[in-house]
C-alpha cells in the first residue's frame, strides 16, 4: 500500500520519490557516537552501510525512516510521533536511520528497501530482512507499541503472515504497512494471505486485517473482473457496511478506511441508490468523528474530512 503524503492526498496523487545520484548517504555524513538528548532521537550519523555495521555489532534492528523536507505529511509524523516519549525511548533499543530521500544516493537506498512514498518506517535486521513497515496515520499511542513488538518476535513479516494467531503476532500484522511489491507477491496472493489471517485474530485487529484484504482485493479486480471475484468482494463490502455501523469497532480502522477509493465506491454505487446512500451515510459519520479524534495526527484528522468530501461526491447521484 503506497504511503501518502497530505498535499498530495488532497488532489489525489501519490507522493512518489524521484531518482537521485550513486552515492548512498543518509541524513547526516559526519560520523559521531555522542547520544542525543532523552528528548529526541538518537539519530545514526554517517553511511546506511556504517549504520548497518553498527547493528550488527551491538546486535540490534535498524529502525530507518524515509521522509523528505517538503512533505507535509512528514513533517506531521515528526512532529507527533518522533516527540512521543514512549516512542523516543524505544528507538534507543534500535540504530535509528533517518534517510532524506531528496540526498544525492538516497534513491537507490530507496530501490533496496522497496519504498516508494513518504513517510515509511521500517524496522529491519542487519541482513535487511524486514520485520515491520509503518506509513503514518495510526492511534498515535501505536508506534511505540510495534517497535516493542518486532523487538519480542525478530521473525520476518511474511512468517509472522503465516501462522499469527496471538494477540500480539495480530496486532504487529494489522498495523503492517503491506506493499505487494515489497513482498513479491500480487495483491489477489496477498488479498488472500490477510483474509486467512483475520480468521485466526479477533477484535480491531481482525476488523484492521479484512479492511487490508478488501484493499488488496479491489486492486485485483481492477485488473481481473470476474463473477465470482464481484461476489466475494460485494460480501466483504456488505460486512464493511455492518462495520461501519459500529463506531467503536471501526474506529481503530479509521487510517486504513481512508486509503480506499472509487474502486470501493464504484462497487457500491453498483448495487442503487439505496445502499450506496446508506453506505455514504454511515461512512461520513465515521469520519467526521475521526476528524474530531485528538488520538490521531492533525494531518491524519485532515485526511478524514478530505475522505468525507470525496465519499460524498462519489456515492451521491448527482455526484
Known amino acids: 500500500m503506497k504511503e501518502l503524503c497530505l498535499s498530495m492526498v488532497l488532489f489525489g496523487s501519490f507522493c512518489l520519490v524521484s531518482g537521485c545520484g550513486d552515492r548512498r548517504e543518509i541524513a547526516h555524513p559526519a560520523a559521531t557516537s555522542t547520544p542525543a538528548p532523552a528528548h529526541e532521537i538518537a539519530w545514526a550519523r554517517g553511511s546506511v552501510d556504517e549504520a548497518m555495521a553498527t ?3 551491538g546486535r540490534k534492528l535498524l529502525l530507518i525512516y524515509w521522509g523528505a523536507k ?18 523516543i525511548e524505544k528507538t534507543a533499543l534500535f540504530v535509528p536511520v533517518y534517510l532524506d530521500g531528496d540526498l544525492p544516493g ?38 511505540a507499541s510495534l517497535l516493542d513488538e ?13 501462522t499469527a494467531s496471538r494477540p500480539e503476532e495480530c496486532h504487529r500484522l494489522s498495523y503492517h504497512g503491506w506493499d505487494p511489491q515489497a513482498l513479491q507477491l500480487d495483491a489477489a496472493r496477498l488479498a488472500e494471505l490477510l483474509t486467512s489471517a483475520a480468521a485466526r485474530c479477533a477484535g480491531a485487529d481482525q476488523v484492521r486485517l479484512q479492511l487490508s484484504a478488501l484493499n488488496f482485493g ?17 460480501e466483504q463490502i456488505q460486512n464493511f457496511y455492518t462495520l461501519l455501523g459500529q463506531p467503536q469497532m471501526i ?13 470501493l465506491f ?18 461520513v459519520a465515521r469520519m467526521q468523528e475521526a476528524a474530531n479524534d485528538e488520538r490521531y495526527g492533525d494531518a491524519d484528522r485532515l485526511i478524514a474530512v478530505a475522505s468525507v468530501l470525496d465519499a460524498t461526491k462519489a456515492l451521491t447521484p448527482d455526484h
Open 55 to 57: 547493528a550488527t555489532k
Open 70 to 87: 517538503w512533505c507535509p505529511y512528514c513533517q506531521a509524523l515528526k512532529n507527533t510521533v518522533f516527540t512521543r516519549q514512549d516512542f
Open 106 to 143: 538516497a534513491q537507490a537506498w530507496g530501490e533496496t528497501f522497496k519504498v516508494s512514498g513518504y513517510p515509511t518506517l521500517l524496522i529491519l535486521k542487519p541482513d535487511r530482512t524486514e520485520l515491520a513497515r509503518m506509513s503514518g496515520g495510526m492511534d498515535l499511542s501505536q508506534y
Open 150 to 162: 518486532a523487538l519480542q518476535d525478530k521473525r520476518p513479516i511474511l512468517g509472522v503472515l503465516a
Open 218 to 234: 479491489l486492486q485485483d479486480n481492477a485488473e481481473h473482473a470476474r463473477a465470482e471475484q464481484q461476489a466475494s468482494l460485494m
Open 251 to 263: 474506529r481503530p480502522a479509521i487510517d486504513l478506511i481512508s486509503g480506499f477509493d472509487d474502486a
Open 266 to 283: 464504484n462497487i457500491v454505487m453498483q448495487q442503487g441508490g439505496d445502499f450506496a446512500g446508506k453506505f455514504r451515510d454511515r461512512w
